[in-house]
């Protein structure tokens, strides 16, 4: 035989394996089939010899056609079934998201008000320092003071002014009414 009988011969193969497929089209099943078949399905999504049988010979069917529609069905079933599953994980990773989101921003605002809490801690405690200092300065100041004044009564020479060294005093001037609490820090 040659190239061209081998050709010949299966293309003619074919043609008939065609034509023996052709009268065994495809029937679509009735509702009454479909029904049956799903409520199995539902039963069991997996189908047995003995039940395969029994399905087939209730519906009229080949036992193969029956267990290529479970097949079928099954695969329909895990494909819907990743298709939610998908969509239950997206929703979940968007509430997740949003949620992280949120305590990135309440996080972000924890941490301006500690700065700013320490800023104002700082604020309070250069003032007490200050305060304590004049405090000091005011009791030194004082016995400077009645000794300053006894001076100044005896000499004349520093008149109205209360302290004897006027650049000290603005220097170390501290006003009750700049607390921190009055301005507004705390």
Do not use: H
């Not at 008939?16 to 049956?36: A, M, V």
């Not at 039963?43 to 079928?72: C, M, T, Y």
């Not at 079933?77 to 921003?105: G, H, M, N």
């Not at 008149?159 to 220097?171: M, R, V």
């Amino acid at each position: 035989m040659s190239n061209t009988e081998t050709n010949t011969v299966d293309e003619d193969d074919a043609c008939e394996s065609y034509k023996t497929r052709e009268t065994t089209k495809k029937r679509k099943l009735t509702p009454i089939q479909l029904r049956l078949l799903e409520e199995s399905f539902e039963e069991d999504k997996r189908l047995e010899p003995d039940r395969k049988l029994w399905l087939a010979e209730k519906l009229g069917l080949q036992p193969s056609q029956v267990a290529i529609w479970f097949q079928n069905r099954r695969a329909r079933f895990k494909t819907r079934q990743l298709e939610l599953d998908c969509d239950s994980l997206k929703a979940s990773y968007a509430k997740l998201k949003t949620d992280r989101d949120i305590l990135v921003r309440r996080n972000q605002a924890l941490k301006d008000k500690v700065a700013l809490l320490k800023e104002e801690l700082k604020i309070q405690e250069k003032l007490e320092t200050q305060s304590m200092e004049t405090e000091k300065l005011g009791e030194e100041g004082s016995s400077v003071k009645s000794d300053n004044t006894q001076y100044s009564e005896e000499e004349g020479v520093l008149g109205n002014n209360q302290y004897s060294f006027p650049e000290l005093a603005a220097l170390f001037y501290y006003d009750p009414a700049l607390s921190a609490s009055n301005l507004g820090l705390l």
